[in-house]
């Protein structure tokens, strides 16, 4: 889509920002709020920060008000304002938690605390006021901030709801005040149709469409107070589902008609269901319209008679079988799973993977199978997990990164948040691996070596200089002991396991993973337990930072889930976030290998 040529162009900090709108067609049970931070996710990972609107769950809003008639017929409309407006705070809490859960730093408010106001009729009301700087100061400390669509406090009632479809109005409403030029509406639907799909089949499906066509044709898909406060302010809307790349696109300009492109399901296989896999598996039943399931890979099949999700097998033949689109391995190990992943790449199959020692120990073996087979590669779980630091690096290409360092093992971190705790080392590390933190063989975490691979990995993703991990200078965890900590906690200090790579001349790279006390005030000493950060530093010695949560299921399904939609959504070749309106700067590549 091209920019609207009446806007002004937007600041440079409104193009980083994005308004997502999660409306209750598409909130329809708990399990919806998990896709919905999938979907959060996928802009945070392009570099953009999300502000989402939440409306209540399916039906919550017309139960309220139901309850509203039955237990006050006739009451004031500002008592039932009070009532109807309830399911979207629960729904933007709800969202809040499904964020917090896979690592997004979040912030949920309610309207008051950002200053939204509304006027006139508290069960239909306009929206009149934000408080835009508290909202700005706000975003500028989290990746994420949920505001519950449909309300807002009202100057003479105290609240107010903005009539049926109001969650609409308000994305529009925080898209017009804080500057930014489109707002994304999720539904049911793929986009609007000259007429109701549903109802007739002959209806045609818009790419583009101005605000007059579409308030003729949504039919109340989209509140129609909200498209004209669109229109009004120049912001351009797009409807689209969940997960889905195109959109219809509501701005000026002729309508233009089109059906949906790249929908066709894929085979996928997946290898292994432990703490990665098995979320994994979560998010891909939930998409059945997507995906086809192979028998999912596992060593003991018989342990898992009670998992109705999928069929096991511990034959990887059987896994691979039939005509395969996705590989997707979360198995652990090196040199097995690259061998599994190298054949697919090689028979043209895409791969994700969330193993960082396999991709670190093997990249050119699988980078030449998937040049051999004109197949993808991607591994965004496989350094940071949920925290998008493969990402961010690709993104600094242009203009160049000149260091990076982070806490890069979520294991490391949570035993040396617990050791300064007092915690004994082999209490800390058991709960990690009770928590799904630690690799397979916990030494590689303790050791240093999973920070190796890891930086190993954004070493060639930042300078494109292939330094084996088994290069790189490493210290162990078990150097350090509770005493230790205690004397650096009484020094204003704490011990951090860092991960770092400096260019230095030429093709040449420093590069350790050491544990060092740092300051309290420093980044990384806010990072605790499971978390991840890393500070990457440009060639202008602009500093960007990456949070997120390192290790444990949902943060790294997260990732590895983010990575298999971006193929299923592109063919080979495309940019697989073609919707993501970047603005102008670098192209927010995905984090896979494409051939060349
Ligand atoms: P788990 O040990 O929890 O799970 C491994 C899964 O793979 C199990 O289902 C296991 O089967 C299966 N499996 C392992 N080896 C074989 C084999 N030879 N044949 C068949 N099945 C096999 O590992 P994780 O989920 O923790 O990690 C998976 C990958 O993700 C690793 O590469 C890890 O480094 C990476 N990763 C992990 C993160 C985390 O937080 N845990 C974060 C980021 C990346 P069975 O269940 O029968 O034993
Ligand atoms: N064991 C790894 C860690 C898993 O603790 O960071 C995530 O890569």
């Known amino acids: ?166 969650a609409d109005l308000t994305a529009v409403m925080l898209a017009a005040k804080i500057g930014i ?29 101005d605000y007059t066509a579409a308030t003729a044709a949504s039919e109340g898909l989209i509140q129609d107070k909200a498209i004209h406060m669109a229109e009004a302010a120049g912001v351009q809307l797009e409807i689209a589902a969940m997960g889905a790349v195109q959109a219809s696109c509501i701005m000026p300009g002729p309508a233009i008609t089109g059906a949906l492109r790249n929908n066709q399901r894929k085979r996928i296989a997946l290898l292994g269901c432990g703490a ?23 060593r003991d099949p018989g342990a898992r008679s009670s998992d109705a999700r999928a069929a096991f097998t511990s034959d990887a033949a059987i896994a691979l079988s039939d005509r395969l689109d996705l590989l997707v391995e979360m198995m652990g190990g090196a040199d097995e799973p690259a061998v599994l992943m190298a054949e697919a790449l090689s028979a043209g199959v895409d791969v994700v993977t969330a193993n960082k020692a396999a991709v670190a120990r093997h990249f050119d073996a699988l980078k030449d ?10 591994y965004s779980a496989a350094v940071g997990g949920g925290a998008p630091m493969i990402e961010t690096v690709r993104r600094l290409r242009t203009p160049g ?42 030494r590689a975490d ?10 190993s990995i954004l070493i060639r993703e930042a300078f494109d200089i292939s ?19 205690a004397a650096a906690a009484a020094h204003g200090k704490v011990y951090k396991q860092i991960a770092r790579a400096r260019r230095t001349s030429g093709n040449a790279v420093d590069a350790a993973v050491t544990i060092e006390p740092v300051c309290l005030s420093h980044p990384f000493a806010g990072a605790r337990n499971e978390q991840n950060r890393a500070l990457i530093t440009d060639i202008n010695g602009r500093i960007h930072a990456v ?9 790294t399904a997260a990732a590895v889930f983010a990575d298999i939609m971006d193929m299923q959504r592109s063919p080979a070749c495309d940019n697989p976030v073609p919707d993501i309106q970047m603005p102008d700067r670098s192209a927010p590549g995905p984090t896979c290998l494409q051939p060349a």
């Not at 509406?185 to 045609?204: E, M, Q």
């Open 369 to 378: 199978a998937a040049v051999r087979g004109g197949a993808r590669l991607a």
């Open 547 to 555: 949070f997120g949560k390192g290790a444990g299921r949902w943060p």
């Open 181 to 209: 030029r489109r707002a994304r509406l999720i539904k049911n639907v793929d986009g609007v149709y000259t007429c109701n799909p549903a109802k007739n089949p002959a209806a045609v499906r818009f790419d583009r469409l």
């Open 401 to 442: 990164v000149a260091g990076l360092e982070g806490v890069m093992n979520g294991t490391a971190n949570f035993i040396l948040s617990k050791l300064g705790e007092g915690r004994a080392f082999a209490d800390a590390l058991a709960e990690a691996q009770e928590l799904g933190f630690a690799e397979a063989d916990p």
């Open 1 to 166: 889509m091209s920019p609207n040529p009446d806007q002004p162009e937007p600041s440079r900090e409104a193009d980083r920002l994005c308004v997502i709108k999660f409306g209750g067609s598409v909130l329809t049970g708990l399990a919806d709020y998990s896709e919905a931070a999938s979907e959060t996710y996928r802009h945070i990972r392009s570099g953009e920060k999300v502000i989402v609107i939440a409306s209540a769950l399916q039906g919550e809003t017309d139960a309220l008000y139901e309850e509203s008639e039955l237990v006050g017929a006739g009451a004031s409309p500002v008592a039932r304002a009070r009532l109807v407006r309830l399911g979207e705070f629960r729904s933007a809490a709800l969202m809040g938690l499904a964020l917090d859960r896979i690592g997004v730093r979040v912030i949920v408010v309610d309207p008051g605390e950002i200053g939204l106001f509304a006027e006139g009729d508290p069960l239909d009301a306009g929206l009149c006021g934000l408080d835009v700087e508290s909202l700005r100061k706000k975003i500028e400390c989290a990746d994420a901030i949920v505001v519950p669509g449909f309300t807002a406090s009202h100057h003479e009632s105290g609240a107010a709801v903005l009539g049926r479809g109001g």
């Open 467 to 485: 330094l084996p991990p088994e290069h790189i200078a490493k210290q162990s965890l078990a150097e350090i002991t509770p005493e230790m900590c």
């Open 276 to 298: 990665v896999g098995s979320g994994v598996l979560d998010h891909v039943v939930r998409r059945p319209d997507l995906f086809d399931l192979n028998p999912v890979l596992v």
């Open 446 to 455: 303790v050791e240093g070596h999973d920070a190796a691979d890891k930086l």
